[in-house]
C-alpha cells in the first residue's frame, strides 16, 4: 500500500491535531487499551470485549470516501491498467500476479460453492476478482465505492456493478477480499450480508492476520506495518469469531496457504461465516 508524500504529510500533520474518542469501532466499547504509538501521533488500540485492534485517531466516513476516490494507491491492486497491459493480463488470466483468485476460488468450491451460485464481491476494486469468479463460473454481482474503479470494471472487464440494495437477487456468497481492514465501521459486512445473503448464504471474508500472536514471530516492526493511514483496523481472529456471534453468524477461521492444516498464524486470515 503506498500515498503519495504530500498525502503522507497531510496524515501526519492530521493525526497530530486531530482528538477523537477512543471508543471501539467495532463493538463500540470504551474499554480499549494503547498498545504503542507510531509516527509519535498514531496509536494502536485493542478492545478488551471484541478484540479488535484499531488505529487512533479515528477517521471517519467523509474522509474515507476522499481517501478511496484520489489518494489510494496498492500497485496493480487499485491502479487501472492500460489496455495493453489489461490484454496481458487477462490472456493469463491474472496467474502469477498478486491479483490471481484461484486459490480463494478453490476454498470457495471447498466449502461448496458451485458454478452458476452467484456472489456479491463486495470491495471489488477494478474487477480483477469479480472477472476472475466469474470466468471460474459463478454469476458475480460487483460492489465498488471508488467510482473510477467501478467505472473500469463495467467498461473494461464487463463485470456488473451493483449496490447492496440495488441487487437483483439474494446471493450464495457475500465476497470480500481485502476490504474489512479499511472500514471505519467493521460491522458493515455482517450487516451486508444480513441482507443480501440467502439463507444458506455465507460470508467469505479476507484480510492481513492481525493476530497478536503475530508480535513474536514477525517483530514489531513488520507488525506494526499491518496497521496506519489506509488500514486503520487489525483484524484479530477473537474479532471476527465474537463480531459474527453478535450478528447471528458462526466462523470458521483459517490462514493462509489455504488446503493446509494450519494454526492461525499465516499472513491472510479467511473467515467462512453461515448464519446460526
Excluded at 495493453?84 to 490471481?100: K, P, S, V, W, Y
Excluded at 484461484?102 to 456472489?119: A, N, P, T
Excluded at 472487464?157 to 449496490?163: A, D, R, T, W, Y
Aim: net charge positive; aromatic share 10%.
Amino acid at each position: 500500500m503506498s500515498l503519495g508524500l504530500r498525502e503522507r504529510f497531510k496524515y501526519l500533520a492530521w493525526a497530530a491535531t486531530h482528538r477523537t474518542d477512543n471508543r471501539c469501532p467495532g463493538c463500540g466499547s470504551p474499554e480499549t487499551a494503547q498498545l504503542r504509538r507510531k509516527y509519535a501521533v498514531t496509536a494502536l488500540r485493542e478492545c478488551s470485549g471484541c478484540g479488535l485492534r484499531f488505529r487512533s485517531p479515528k477517521g471517519n466516513a467523509k474522509q474515507s470516501e476522499a481517501l478511496y476516490q484520489q489518494a489510494y494507491t496498492q500497485g496493480f491492486m487499485t491502479d487501472c491498467p492500460t489496455d495493453e497491459q489489461l490484454a496481458r493480463l487477462t490472456m493469463n488470466g491474472f496467474r502469477g500476479t498478486e491479483m490471481d483468485f484461484s486459490s480463494y476460488i478453490d476454498l470457495l468450491r471447498s466449502v461448496g460453492l458451485k458454478s452458476g451460485d452467484s456472489i456479491l464481491d463486495f470491495g471489488c476494486s477494478w474487477g480483477y476478482g469479480s472477472w476472475q469468479l466469474s470466468r471460474a463460473g459463478f454469476r458475480v454481482y460487483s460492489c465498488e465505492v471508488s467510482k473510477p474503479r467501478a467505472e473500469y470494471a463495467k467498461t473494461k472487464l464487463g463485470c456488473e456493478l451493483s449496490s447492496a440494495a440495488e441487487l437483483p437477487r439474494k446471493v450464495k456468497c457475500l465476497f470480500s477480499a481485502h476490504v474489512i481492514e479499511h472500514l471505519d465501521a467493521p460491522d458493515l459486512i455482517w450487516e451486508t450480508a444480513r441482507s443480501v445473503l440467502s439463507p444458506d448464504g455465507f460470508i467469505a471474508c479476507f484480510c492481513p492476520n492481525g493476530n497478536p500472536e503475530l508480535e513474536s514471530t514477525y517483530g514489531l516492526h513488520r507488525y506494526d506495518q499491518l496497521w496506519g493511514k489506509v488500514h486503520p483496523l487489525l483484524i484479530t481472529p477473537r474479532f471476527l469469531e465474537t463480531t459474527s456471534s453478535r450478528h447471528g453468524f458462526t466462523a470458521r477461521l483459517q490462514t493462509s496457504p489455504y488446503g493446509l492444516v494450519r494454526d492461525l498464524h499465516g499472513g491472510e486470515l479467511c473467515m467462512i461465516a453461515y448464519s446460526s
